[in-house]
């Protein structure tokens, strides 16, 4: 069972940075995606940022240019570094983390950690 632990959320100001970071547990299993969503309060969930095994990304386009994701996969950890932080950009980030394992896809999610923004 992949467990996800989530670290690095908290509060900046406007124009700050933060840097999250999602360590798996140990698997037999290749991680084929790792990444983050987020969600605030009467909106509705959203892909932030994800990278496959093989380096491929995905961005939302409000945070490109700002949000570079990374990934460890020898130590099976991702890391979002947010710059230039909004306050549109509070949310609720959720790690993310998908196996491939033959015809059966299974999706993994970490408990989510606050990110405000002031003004």
């Known amino acids: 069972q992949l467990q996800l632990v989530e670290s690095g959320g908290g509060l900046v100001q406007a124009g700050g940075s933060l840097r999250l970071s999602c360590e798996a547990s140990?698997?037999?299993?290749?991680?084929?995606?790792m990444g983050w969503y987020r969600q605030a309060p009467g909106k509705q969930r959203e892909l932030v940022a994800t990278?496959?095994?093989?380096?491929?990304?995905n961005y939302l386009d409000s945070v490109k240019g700002r949000f570079t994701i990374s990934r460890d996969n020898a130590k099976n950890t991702a890391y979002l570094q947010m710059n230039n932080l909004k306050p549109e950009d509070t949310s609720v980030y959720s790690c993310?983390?998908?196996?491939?394992?033959?015809?059966?896809?299974?999706?993994?999610w970490g408990q989510g950690t606050q990110v405000t923004v002031s003004s």
């Open positions: 140990k698997s037999i299993f290749s991680i084929n995606v």
């Open positions: 993310y983390a998908a196996i491939v394992n033959g015809r059966r896809k299974y999706d993994y």
């Open positions: 990278m496959t095994t093989d380096d491929s990304t």
